[in-house]
DNA sequence: ATGAAAGCGCTAACAA
DNA sequence: TTGTTAGCGCTTTCAT
């Protein structure tokens, strides 16, 4: 590949044009008659030409860069979601940065920086509210929010069903005879914790199941927090026939719980995930789950918010990403009625 | 936050100096004096004012974003990478743009834009063997290769010692009694798979242990290639009381083919992976593996890119990165001398 | 130590 | 339809 760039300039040249009309063949601009426009195109195929996109950068005021600020690169759904963001961004020429803010701090920190010195034209935030890094969003810079509703009118965002997610998960317990579901909660201050532990409830009271606050235990999304509460439901003798973890690795710390107390999955306690994350079906056993569709999620998040640069006036809209119900063997039939025995 | 963006000559205008003066103070050059430089200091305070990158690239011709292409961006060993990678360039003030590049059309296509219109001043490129990418890359572009030696003497690398951590892994299992090693290897045109093999048969050379055709097989990195293989080897009545697996997807893939065999790991066969993912700890039961640190590699390829960018004239110099093994319960000695009972 | 002028490669506004 | 002239916001070079 060539290393010498040429510039419009060098196209005008050698075309025996004008640069200016050159850069109406490059922007595809109508007003350039068939055969000089026919003309130029050879001279750019010729020297294999790419207009400097910094340049054009500055000479529009906008960079066609959008920047991906998560908590962090490497848990699978973040990370799918921003597969889904820049496979988007790419087809309709946009680039996208990607950042990991660990904390409120750091997050302020690259807003500023990106935003104050133009780097980019918009901000895409997976999860705005796991502290309070959604205060430090500048005013009216097209952002989308990605994993929790917006609190601000302003600002678009596109997030699952999270209730309707829950509401599912536990149906599909009660549905196998269980009545005492254990509910492994996502980190509290998330809004997706509170809509999915919101549908849990929905589907107990459509149940006339009354629901017990010693069955509600808060985790944090880690492996080790759904172990934790399976261990300490356990030494406080609890009572339950289904665990509704509301992630998978919490669902896999939970199993981890179950089976050094040597209770059988699905034969004495079913446990159901949320996720479907890509080891699930290896999980042993292999994990019944609330599968989402993060490309998806990164995609429509990436679409919306380059709209909404594109179009400022019109009003974005928020989206709704369906899930889907997953049914493996670590969930089953609740064994007749009679209580686990321990 | 305003979103009014002032430019060097309000802040020169304000603090009644030039605008070159200001350009001085920003770049942090000399020729100023203590006085000129506190009063604009004061003013660039006062409006935060920051610079605008994109007129800084334009008339720098350098722009300080990398880019960083990988097979996916999903992989949990390419998101930590990529993570690194990013960190590192953040803390020396430069962007990171990650892409995935599923085939080699996508990576032609993506390099020939994000050079051919000086969007970037470098490249990361992980996995580069995958497939024929490498040779899409355009000659005397500053480029870091990760995960492979590069072939090229033009172009560093980073990547692990495989061939030492493969010996490792092996050698352990030899230490446990083991002689009878099936080996799983990853992608076979990968340099890591050809070195973690030559490992593989280094340990058992040195044990005196004559290496058997039928106890390697090909895998291709994934859970499913993993479970296939033991159960071919099963299927041949291959004689085997320990596997290897060339990461730790496959790895889980082996264990689940082994359980459903009602082989006990790792009374009856030990099995050690290779990478340490997120949940190796939690899988049943907890898997014994070799340790790679991603996020290490990754900001040592950033560091490395950047120093090549800043220094064209010196010798860019290749990294290796030290593996650990991390010893769980899924090894254990063999069962004294008797063969598998199945 | 400071300022003036030119230019990075493009687009936008106006003129022809 | 085409060309000319100005910038975009900086850095660089050259004067002062």
């Given amino acids: 590949m060539k290393n010498t760039h040429y510039t419009i300039r060098d196209v005008a040249r050698l075309a025996g044009v004008s640069h200016q009309t050159v850069s109406r063949v490059i922007n595809k601009v109508e007003k350039v008659s068939p055969g000089t426009r026919e003309k130029v195109e050879r001279v750019i195929e010729e020297l294999n030409y790419q207009p400097n996109a910094i340049a054009r950068s500055m000479a529009r005021g906008k960079t066609r860069t959008l920047a991906c600020l998560s908590p962090n690169l490497t848990d699978f759904t973040f990370a799918s979601i921003i597969e889904g963001a820049e496979q988007k961004a790419r087809e309709v020429g946009y680039y996208?940065?990607?950042?990991?803010?660990?904390?409120?701090?750091?997050?302020?920190?690259?807003?500023?920086?990106?935003?104050?010195?133009?780097?980019?034209?918009?901000?895409?935030?997976?999860?705005?509210?796991?502290?309070?890094?959604?205060?430090?969003?500048?005013?009216?810079?097209?952002?989308?929010?990605?994993?929790?509703?917006?609190?601000?009118?302003?600002?678009?965002?596109?997030?699952?069903?999270?209730?309707?997610?829950?509401?599912?998960?536990?149906?599909?317990?009660?549905?196998?005879?269980?009545?005492?579901?254990?509910?492994?909660?996502?980190?509290?201050?998330?809004?997706?914790?509170?809509?999915?532990?919101?549908?849990?409830?929905?589907?107990?009271?459509?149940?006339?199941?009354?629901?017990?606050?010693?069955?509600?235990?808060?985790g944090d999304w880690t492996a080790t927090s759904g172990y934790k509460s399976i261990e300490t439901a356990l030494e406080k003798d609890q009572k339950f026939s289904a665990v509704f973890a509301q992630n998978d690795r919490m669902a896999i710390g939970a199993m981890h719980a179950l089976r050094n107390a040597n209770i059988q999955i699905p034969q004495q306690v079913s446990v159901i995930g949320f996720d479907d994350m890509p080891l699930a079906s290896y999980f042993d056993p292999p994990l019944t789950t609330i599968r989402q569709d993060f490309n998806q999620i990164g995609q429509e998040a990436a679409r919306t918010l380059i709209h909404k640069i594109e179009h400022p006036d019109e009003n974005e809209t928020s989206h709704r990403i369906a899930v889907e119900l997953v049914e493996r063997q670590s969930t089953a039939l609740k064994s007749g009625g009679e209580h686990i025995e321990r």
Same sequence: chains 1, 2.
């Fill in 96 to 218: 996208l940065l990607s950042s990991s803010c660990s904390d409120e701090d750091t997050f302020a920190e690259i807003v500023h920086e990106l935003v104050g010195r133009r780097r980019i034209d918009g901000l895409i935030i997976i999860n705005p509210y796991i502290d309070y890094r959604y205060e430090f969003i500048p005013a009216h810079f097209p952002t989308i929010f990605v994993g929790d509703e917006s609190k601000d009118d302003e600002i678009a965002w596109v997030a699952l069903d999270d209730e309707l997610a829950g509401y599912m998960a536990v149906k599909h317990l009660i549905g196998l005879g269980h009545r005492e579901i254990l509910c492994i909660q996502g980190t509290i201050s998330d809004a997706c914790t509170q809509n999915r532990t919101l549908g849990y409830f929905r589907a107990l009271q459509e149940e006339q199941i009354s629901p017990k606050e010693t069955l509600l235990f808060c």
